[in-house]
């Protein structure tokens, strides 16, 4: 190993649908569902992620609201935010339930089962 110092170290992890895969760890029975997370900022009002059966179906990263429903009429879509003052902008813009990640457990699981 050399003596000299590149700095530190960094890693870089890819998780593929991370806010799903937590709501989905949290309740395993929405666990092949139909289901979307709205995305924030520039996103807001288009899927940020899909879960494997809405994917399916025709349902992708980008498409509006409107799109990914239309290719799976089942379809739910969940804003997961850390800006709970964004709560009635995200469920005006077609999204079925909010959940604020500093919600507590119990307040999570009423938002998602509100939902589907």
Same mark, same amino acid.
């Given at each position: 190993? +050399?003596? *000299? +110092?590149?700095?530190?170290? &960094? ?15 949290? +309740? ?16 807001? =009002?288009?899927?940020?992620?899909? /879960? ?6 025709? &349902?992708?990263? =980008?498409? *509006? ?8 009429? =089942?379809?739910?879509?969940? &804003? ?7 709560? /009635? %902008?995200?469920?005006? /813009?077609?999204? %079925?339930?909010? &959940?604020?990640?500093? %919600? ?13």
């Amino acid at each position: 190993m +050399s003596s *000299t +110092s590149c700095g530190p170290r &960094v890693a870089a992890l890819h998780v593929p649908n991370v806010g799903l895969q937590a709501l989905v760890r949290r +309740s395993p029975e929405l666990a092949g569902a139909a289901l979307a997370l709205e995305g924030e900022r520039r996103l807001r =009002g288009r899927v940020a992620e899909a /879960s494997r059966r809405a994917r399916e179906a025709g &349902v992708g990263e =980008g498409q *509006t609201l409107a799109q990914a429903r239309a290719a799976c009429p =089942g379809l739910r879509v969940l &804003v997961l935010s850390a800006r709970p003052e964004t709560r /009635s %902008d995200a469920l005006a /813009s077609g999204a %079925d339930a909010f &959940v604020c990640k500093m %919600d507590s457990p119990e307040k999570l699981l009423e938002a998602i089962f509100g939902a589907v």
